[in-house]
């Protein structure tokens, strides 16, 4: 990649990037408390995954940096009730080695664009671990408030572990306003 800046774009995913979604989905499930999957997903699921999006109209992103995948996001309905059909969930992940270079800004900043065009309205991150700075800060960058914590609501390496909710309105004025500052 050369030691200049990073060109990243954030372009829908194919089955072609779901080996290394899988890699990087595979590094914090098994060492971090960032999600409470205490395992792989093999590549399968991610198939799935994808195939379920797509058929909800619901954005499935990666982060391609000069030609190398390094993150992903995707928005998936936040309940399956009919009531929430417009209330959409984040997950972004960003290859270990990658963070701490605006990947995740890229890749939640574009996922809020495509979720709103999508029909979504309203975006919720569920953050495991009251000690995730980064991600709270990204979430809070990107206009997302915080509207509660869940105390001890999982267990995962040997420790129970919080939650905080954030929540961000969607819209083409709002989105546009944080994806540039």
């Given at each position: ?44 699921e991610w198939l799935a995954v994808l195939r379920d999006l797509d058929a909800r109209r619901l954005p499935f992103l990666v982060a ?103 929540q961000r309105t969607l819209g083409a004025e709002n989105v546009a306003a944080h994806s540039s500052s």
């Amino acid at each position: 990649m050369g030691s200049g800046k990073l060109t990243i774009i954030a372009r829908p995913a194919a089955a072609p990037d779901l080996g290394i979604v899988s890699s990087i989905f595979a590094w914090y499930a098994v060492n971090t408390v960032a999600t409470f999957e205490d395992a792989p997903r093999p590549e399968t699921e991610w198939l799935a995954v994808l195939r379920d999006l797509d058929a909800r109209r619901l954005p499935f992103l990666v982060a391609d940096a000069d030609g190398e995948i390094v993150g992903y996001a995707y928005a998936a309905p936040w309940r399956r009730k009919s009531a929430y059909a417009a209330t959409v969930e984040d997950s972004v992940f960003v290859a270990p080695e990658h963070t701490g270079r605006g990947i995740g800004r890229v890749l939640l900043t574009s996922l809020m664009t495509a979720a709103f065009a999508a029909g979504a309205r309203e975006m919720i991150a569920v953050i495991a671990d009251s000690h995730a700075v980064a991600s709270v800060a990204l979430h809070r960058a990107c206009g997302f408030r915080h509207v509660g914590r869940l105390t001890n609501v999982g267990y995962k390496h040997e420790r129970w572990i919080d939650t905080v909710l954030m929540q961000r309105t969607l819209g083409a004025e709002n989105v546009a306003a944080h994806s540039s500052s």
